[in-house]
Every structure is written in C-alpha cells, then in structure tokens.
C-alpha cells in the first residue's frame, strides 16, 4: 500500500513576489520515475527507488501496479518500494489506465514480461492528440502483433525477436516501450533516430543495473542485447529538469538570487543558454546551480525540439518570463503542435502574444494584471504562477490539480523562497 494523500481539487492564489531568496531542493523527475515504475513489471523481486516525487500521477501509477499483483509502499525515508511476484496480470483495469498517459510505458514491458497486454487506448490531451504509432510499429518489429480496438489495444508476443528499428521521429515515449521490450527480447535490437531526454539515460541504467545489456542511451543509436532473465534492484531517479526550470523561470520574473539544490546541470544546457539571453544570470554549484536576477529580462527568441534541444515542457514557463521582458520574442513549438491553450489565459491577465500556427510573437509588457484564469495542464498552471509573480493584484489559478500531477510540495517549495502564494478550496 502507499500513502494515501487526497488531491482535492484547489486554487492557486498568487500575489506578485519578489525578490527571491534562499534555496530550494529539486525533487526526482517525474517523467523518469513513471518510466522506472513500469519497468519494475519487468522481472521478480523487491525494487527500491529513491527521490520518486510524491505527486498523483505516481499515485496512479501505483494504484495500476497494485491492480497487476504488485504491491508499492513508501518506507518512512521516502524511498518506494515495489514488489513483483513470480507472476504479473497483464489487464490493467480501464479506469485505472485512462487517467494518465505515463501508463502507456507498460506496454513495452508487459508485452516482454508475459507475453500479452491489453491496455486501455492514452486519451487525446489538452494540447492535442497524442497518437502511439511509433510505440506500436517498433513493438512490431520485435515480433508482436498489435490491434487497436475503440477503447484499447491487444498486443500478443509468443516471442520478441532483436531488431533494427528506425523511428521516424525521436519520440521519447516510443523509444522507451521499445527499450523496455528489447531487453528481454532474443538477439540484438538498434534503435536508430532515439530519443536522447535524460530520462532515457536513467531508465537505460535502471535496466542495465537490472542485469539488461543496454547501450548508447543518451545518444541516437541505441543497441540492446536481450538477455534471458533480469532482477529487482535498488536506484535512484535522477532530480526534475522541468521543476528546475520552473523556479527559474520565476526568478526571472520575480528577481532575486537563490540556489537550487539536487540539480544535474548537464541536463540543462540550451536552458541555461536560454536563462543567460534573458539576463538570468547562472552558475552551477556542487551538487546544485546558483542563480542570480536583477532588473528587468531582455527579449529573446525560443523554438522547442527534442533533446538536446530545448524541452517543450520549458516553452510555456518561458513564455510566462518573456510576456513581461524588455522588447519582442519570437516562440516557435515544433513538438506538440496545439500546445498553446495557456496563451489565452496569459492574454487575460494582460499579456501582448501573437499566435500564427505553431509560433508566437511576444512584446513584452511592464506589470500584468492579477484575475481568475484556468491551468489546463501541468506546465501551463505552472506558466500561470510564474506570470502572477509579476501581475498587479491577486491572480486566482483554477485547475490546480493539473499542478499536482506533477510537482511535489508545490506551494512549500515556493515560499521557501519568498514567493507569495496559498492554497484555497475551489
Ligand atoms: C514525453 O511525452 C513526456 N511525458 C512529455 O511531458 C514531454 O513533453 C514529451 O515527452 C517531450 O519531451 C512523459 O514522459 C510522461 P513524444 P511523450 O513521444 O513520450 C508525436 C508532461 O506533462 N508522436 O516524444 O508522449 C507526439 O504526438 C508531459 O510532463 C507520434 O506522432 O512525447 C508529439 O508530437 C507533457 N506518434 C511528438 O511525437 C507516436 O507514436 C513527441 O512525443 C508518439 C509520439
């Protein structure tokens, strides 16, 4: 059993802060952890991971993992502990699944583990249609025959065959089902044009520390030789690039100077850049980075791509910074193409953004204006609370819930260093 935390559904109300102060620890990333969860269907054992964040996508997470025969637990250290029997169901409940789309990781493993899976279609999200061809063209081509049904999608394998396998495009979800199903499969498989996300890395390492043979993660090509059985092991995830640029960004609004702990800088690098142009000012520190912010941000251009190229998670915390900087930005989104319903809102509180497709025009404003608007997902309510550091007045974030899926102690972390925000019953 895990820790039961209730997710009530929650405003934000954010009043303009600053300047910033004092120092914040990163959490684990998210979208590693979700990952290293699903491979724990892998192989036998008792699986210990460290610094998985405590937000309501791992508690579905859990809750779908239970619902195979597994159990999860939290050890009062914060570690999550996830036990597999000899044996793992391979149906995992429609309702469970639906919720959130990380559970699409299980396929790949599920289908190595046990030789089928049946799990409910990923619904569209709220910046467009996230299709999983890739996802099921690469498991083909180890062997497995797929059907897609209205709700969900059978996949059988009575055995995985290595393979070389070119993805059309560097998706990060479809290279890790690939990987989770290659290490079990017989032979050697390529993958070529993989994603290269940090989170890749970590769950290479996950798998390798689990007895895989998994390697050139991180790059392009990535060569798995599948081996015949793996086992349970201890890791821990790697810290949240996402939750790390999201103070950033509202230090660029709010200024200040803070340091950020259990931060990889590695993984930052075209952030860093970015920060830099604006006249954030950085510097990595031991384990963590210092960051400093004076004035007003200066204008600069921004186009999201695939790693290492900059996040599209970071484009909407960007864009927050940008609507208030000295002069016009140009924003383009290469990666999901309707990933702008948080613009609308950021026009409410009074910013000047031009969209035309999938690019944007930003002149930046001197204040915005606190008033009620809605996050309509996880980066975009983040957006929201960056822009009210620099709005006039009091701004009311409905949709709160979108935040926690994905960022543990959210409001904690944010006072801790000056920001002025709460918590109300919506
Ligand atoms: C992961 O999504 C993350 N989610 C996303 O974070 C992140 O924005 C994204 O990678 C890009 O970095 C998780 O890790 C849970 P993709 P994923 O497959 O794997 C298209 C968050 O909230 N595509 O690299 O779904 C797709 O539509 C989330 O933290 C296909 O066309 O991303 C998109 O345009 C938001 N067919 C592009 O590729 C496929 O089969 C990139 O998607 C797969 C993807």
Partial sequence: MVHRHTWAVSDFVVRPSGPLSGSVSIGGAKNSALKLMAACTLAEGRYVLRDVP????????CGVLESLGMSTERREDGALVIERGPSVISDPPYELVERFRASTALMGPLVAATGRV??????????????????LRGLEALGAITEVGERDVQIVARRLIGARIELDY???????????????????????NAAREPEIADLAAFLNRMGA??????????IVDGVDRLRAVEHTVIPDRIEAA????????????????????DHLGMLMEKLGHMGIRTSPEGDGLWAMATGRRSATNVATLPYPGLATDYLP?????????????????????????YV???????????????????????????????????????????????????????????????????????????????????
């Fill in 54 to 61: 405590q937000i309501s996508d791992v508690h579905h997470m």
């Fill in 317 to 341: 915390l960007l864009v927050a910074v940008l609507t208030l900087a000295d002069g016009t930005s140009f924003a383009t989104e290469n990666v999901f193409a309707g990933r702008f319903r």
């Fill in 118 to 135: 049946r799990i409910a279609l990923p619904g569209g999200d709220n910046f467009g249609t996230r299709p999983i061809d890739m996802h």
């Fill in 213 to 222: 043979q998994v390697l050139g993660a991180g790059s392009s090509t990535i």
């Fill in 170 to 192: 560097p998706s990060v979800g479809a290279t890790e089902n690939v990987l989770m199903a290659a290490v079990l499969a017989e032979g050697r498989t390529t993958i070529c």
């Fill in 344 to 426: 609308s809102e950021l026009a409410h509180m009074g910013a000047d953004i031009g969209v035309d497709g999938h690019h944007m025009v930003i002149k930046g404003v001197k204040r915005l204006t606190g008033t009620a608007v809605e996050a309509v997902d996880i980066r975009a309510g983040a957006a929201l609370v960056i822009a009210a550091l620099g709005a006039d007045g009091e701004t009311v974030i409905s949709g709160g819930d979108h935040l926690d899926r994905g960022y543990e102690g959210f409001v904690d972390k944010l006072r801790d260093i000056g920001v002025d925000v709460s918590r109300s019953l919506a």
């Fill in 246 to 265: 999201t103070v950033l960004a509202a230090l660029g609004v709010a200024g200040g100077e803070i340091t950020l702990r259990n931060v990889r800088h």
